[in-house]
């Protein structure tokens, strides 16, 4: 089942983020196989200000486990994670249910 995970960064957490970044993406790494899209959110300087990870797992539960040992999520980057599921319906230019 498809879940989106929204992160948003607290204010002032720029540096802590970048510091933690290589832990971040090797956590990633591990997940790759259930990870459909991912990439950071901008603020309007172009700065990384969260996360959104469109992610494939078996239940809400393992997705809030993935959130919660997330390195960004443990070094206290995130001000808020909201985990939804998803039902994607478009992909590429094209729509996949009408």
């Known amino acids: 089942m498809l879940f989106a995970v929204m992160c ?8 802590t983020r970048m510091a933690v970044r290589p832990e971040h993406l090797v ?3 591990k997940y790759e196989s259930h990870i459909k899209i ?3 959110l901008s603020n309007h300087d172009g700065k990384s200000c969260g996360s ?3 992610i494939d797992m078996e239940n809400q539960s393992a997705v809030e486990q993935f959130a919660q040992n997330d390195p960004y999520a443990k070094a206290g980057v995130f001000e808020s994670v909201i985990i939804r599921p998803f039902r994607m ?3 590429e230019g094209k729509m996949l249910e009408t």
């Open 27 to 29: 956590y990633l790494k």
């Open 38 to 40: 991912c990439g950071p």
């Open 8 to 15: 948003t960064d607290k204010l002032g957490c720029f540096e």
């Open 89 to 91: 319906i478009g992909y």
């Open 52 to 54: 959104l990870i469109i």
